[in-house]
Each structure stands twice: as structure tokens, then as C-alpha cells.
């Protein structure tokens, strides 16, 4: 069955927000695909920015090319989850413009601190894991096949999974794996769950 992907594109109003950034320094933009196209009005509006472009939750190489040019980001959408990702990757400071409540944020460096702990301790999982289960997902976009070659340099006993829709308590039914990686779509959160991408 061929899958057709929309953009969906919101129409919310961020000019009354804008007009709140007081930000000092050089300014990188960036967003989520329901903002993107808003970036270059942001852009015109704040005149101390640089674009950066689209952050993914698994990818936020747009704004690791322009991290030498600017001194933080702000990031327009809503929610933490793209944010975290910029500032791990960059080691920027964040700002979230809300287009849905017109609210600026600084995102806490707490939050950055904790994920990034969270992320040591899963690592030292991994490190001394012996049995690795390898997680893939049959989704359009996120089907990394791909990814196998790299995959197959990790020197453990690995079993492989493949599924449509992935649920992290089910993997509470194999016991006998020690830690699973991640190949899939980077939400997938659990404390025995690694992505791929923070091991190599």
C-alpha cells in the first residue's frame, strides 16, 4: 500500500511573539515542519538571526552547521522534545517561542543536565551488556535498514526485532536482554532503551 505524507502547516500568528524576543547576541532559527515555513518571517522580523532550518527529533544537523555563527537558538514550536535534542548537539543555549500561547521560553539547563546524565547511565547499560536487542521499525521514514553495516560492528550477542508499531513495555516479555538500541523513531523512550545515533 503506497502511504502519502502531508505537511501539515499551521497558520498561527507569530509576529505578537516576536515581538517579545529580547534576546542578546546572534539568533539561529529553527522549527518543526509545522513552522518552518514561518522561519523566514522570524527571520525578518528579529534581524540579529540566522536560519537554521528543520530539527527532527532524531536529527538536528541544521542547526549543528551554524552553531559557530551564533551565540543561542530559538526554537519555534511547541513542547520541549526538538529543543533538548538542539541543545545536546550544540551546546547552545535554547530559547521555545510558543506560536500556540505566544510565550518565549529559556529552556532550563536542568532539563538539558538530566537528559544528559539519563544518557551516561544508558551507555554504561550498553557498555556492559552482553545480550543487545536491536530495535526496527517497518514504518515509511523510519525503516533504517540502512543502518545494518553499522550495526553490525557492535562486538555483543544481538537479536534483532522488527515491528509496526513499537511498544516499550512489551519489551518487558525478554528478560534475558540487557539493553535494547533503538533504530526507530527516537520518542521511543525507556531507561534500557539506547539510540543507535548516541553510540556511535
Not at 552482553?130 to 562486538?155: A, R, T, W, Y
Not at 518487558?172 to 540487557?178: A, H, R
Amino acid at each position: 500500500m503506497k502511504t502519502l505524507f502531508i505537511e501539515a502547516r499551521s497558520n498561527e500568528d507569530i509576529s505578537k511573539a516576536l515581538s517579545k524576543v529580547k534576546i542578546k547576541g546572534k539568533i539561529g532559527l529553527a522549527s518543526s515542519i509545522q513552522f518552518l515555513h514561518k522561519l523566514p518571517e522570524a527571520n525578518k522580523i528579529l534581524k540579529n538571526s540566522v536560519i537554521a532550518g528543520q530539527v527532527l527529533g532524531c536529527n538536528a544537523s541544521a542547526c549543528k552547521r551554524i552553531k559557530n555563527k551564533i551565540d543561542c537558538f530559538l526554537y519555534i514550536g511547541s513542547g520541549e522534545f526538538h529543543p533538548i535534542r538542539i541543545a545536546v548537539e550544540t551546546e547552545k543555549p535554547v530559547y521555545i517561542l510558543n506560536p500556540l500561547t505566544n510565550e518565549i521560553s529559556l529552556l532550563n539547563e536542568n532539563i538539558v543536565k538530566n537528559y544528559k546524565k539519563q544518557l551516561q547511565g544508558k551507555l554504561i547499560k550498553y557498555y556492559n551488556a552482553e545480550k543487545v536487542g536491536i530495535i526496527f521499525s517497518s514504518k515509511p521514514g523510519q525503516n533504517k535498514l540502512k543502518d545494518l553495516e553499522k550495526i553490525k560492528k557492535i562486538n555483543k550477542e544481538l537479536y534483532f526485532f522488527v515491528a509496526d508499531n513499537i511498544n516499550a513495555a512489551e519489551f518487558e516479555n525478554f528478560p534475558d536482554i540487557d539493553i535494547w538500541v533503538n533504530t526507530a523513531c527516537p520518542r521511543i523512550e525507556d531507561k534500557k532503551i539506547i539510540n543507535l545515533e548516541n553510540i556511535f
